[in-house]
């Protein structure tokens, strides 16, 4: 099987702006945001369906998400962080934690352009757990 790029990014052949790992999973940031504090969640391990997974690692990404989670809620002062399994754009598991405060926020489409590296630098600095 290639390497998906998030197996690159948790490799770190490709950069991200990470705010949260462990032993299983990966957080950082989008740089297509939603909303500006757009996270992904990934498994470290290179499994096409979120239904897939082995049980552990499953567990580990969902603690992930709730860690990441409460930390987008009291550093960016949102009420609510939407979760978002899409799957059809990367062949890895990926969850999205889109923090916003009004349904509209998190109902928009994703972001067309790149967010500057310094903003999301700056961000990921902030989220880190």
């Known amino acids: 099987m290639t390497d998906s790029i998030f197996t ?3 490799k ?3 950069p991200c702006h990470k705010v949260y790992e462990d ?3 990966l957080a950082f940031l989008d740089i297509f945001p939603i909303v500006p504090g757009h996270v992904l969640v990934v498994s ?3 499994v096409e369906y979120l239904w897939d997974l082995p049980d552990e690692d499953y567990q580990a990404v969902m603690a992930a ?3 990441v989670a409460n930390r987008l ?3 960016l002062k949102v009420k609510y962080v939407g979760v978002k ?3 059809t754009d990367v062949p890895h598991v990926h969850i999205h934690l889109v923090p ?3 349904a509209k926020e998190y109902y928009k489409r994703r972001g067309l352009n790149q967010v500057d590296d310094t903003e999301l630098a700056n961000l990921a600095a902030k989220l880190a757990l």
Do not use: P
Request: proline content about 0%; overall charge positive; aromatic content about 4%.
């Open 85 to 87: 399994v899409v799957g």
């Open 12 to 14: 770190g052949e490709i």
């Open 65 to 67: 998400c709730k860690k």
């Open 8 to 10: 690159k990014i948790i």
């Open 73 to 75: 809620r009291e550093v």
């Open 44 to 46: 470290k391990k290179q």
């Open 100 to 102: 916003f405060n009004h």
């Open 23 to 25: 032993d299983k999973s």
